[in-house]
């Protein structure tokens, strides 16, 4: 059974720091990894997707990088905002299995920078 | 393009009822995902349709059912509610069943 940790699961910085946020899964066979952003009480952002053979993901501040075979993901949020304040969940989508496309989850960090 | 879209927005209901809840999936879509968030925790996987059948289900008992309608519009309908069910019920859609998810603003459902 896949299952998704995501390291640390609170971070507050002051604003302007580069952060790392840590994503494992335990099975490597993934058809790919999603981070997502989310706002209190809200629904899902999709901030970056990764195929599962790809390395890393660029957007913007942000990038995401993923190692398959040591099961093995991080965001990079370069130059924090105030703005950037909100809960990161990394998502690994099955590739085998009953339910191909099937996404399972870390619980999330949640995230503050303050100004 | 029109994206995900969920309704109600938020929903009050007594233990022992019964609730529907329904998403519109994103244009040409044919796939939709259900998933249930607790607070506090990372979205729960309930079910999975692909044109118009359940296409796998998660640790869910079956008083949590589904529809996908021809337009590929989706209910999510739980019956004789539990405190425990309450959460933030998510819906996504995608293009075919492993292509990228795109997730609607979810329903809050609140049982007392």
């Known amino acids: 059974k896949q299952e998704v940790t995501q390291i640390p699961a609170a971070l507050s910085v002051p604003e302007g720091e580069n952060l790392v946020l840590n994503c494992s899964f335990t099975d490597s066979a993934i058809y790919n990894l999603q981070w997502f952003r989310q706002d209190p009480g809200k629904g899902l952002t999709s901030l970056l997707l990764?195929?599962?053979?790809?390395r890393e993901q660029t957007s913007g501040r942000l990038n995401a990088s993923l190692d398959k075979s040591s099961g093995r993901s991080t965001l990079y949020i370069a130059a924090s905002q105030p703005g950037d304040s909100a809960t990161y969940l990394c998502?690994?989508?099955?590739?085998?299995?009953?339910?191909?496309?099937?996404?399972?989850f870390g619980r999330g960090t949640q995230l503050t920078v303050w100004p | 393009e029109t994206g995900v879209t969920q309704s109600p927005t938020h929903l009050i209901k007594t233990r022992g009822q019964q609730v529907t809840l329904r998403c519109s999936s994103q244009?040409?879509?044919?796939?939709v995902s259900w998933y249930q968030q607790a607070l506090g925790q990372g979205p729960q996987f309930i079910f999975q349709y692909y044109r118009e059948e359940e296409n796998g289900r998660g640790n869910f008992p079956p008083r949590f059912s589904g529809l996908q309608f021809p337009n590929y519009s989706s209910e999510l309908n739980v019956n004789a509610l539990e405190l425990d069910d309450s959460a933030l019920y998510l819906c996504?859609?995608?293009?075919?069943?492993?292509?990228?998810?795109?997730f609607g603003p979810g329903t809050r459902l609140t049982v007392t």
């Open positions: 990764i195929q599962s053979s790809q």
């Open positions: 998502a690994v989508s099955a590739d085998r299995g009953s339910t191909l496309g099937r996404l399972y």
């Open positions: 996504a859609s995608s293009l075919i069943t492993r292509y990228e998810q795109y």
């Open positions: 244009s040409g879509h044919n796939t």
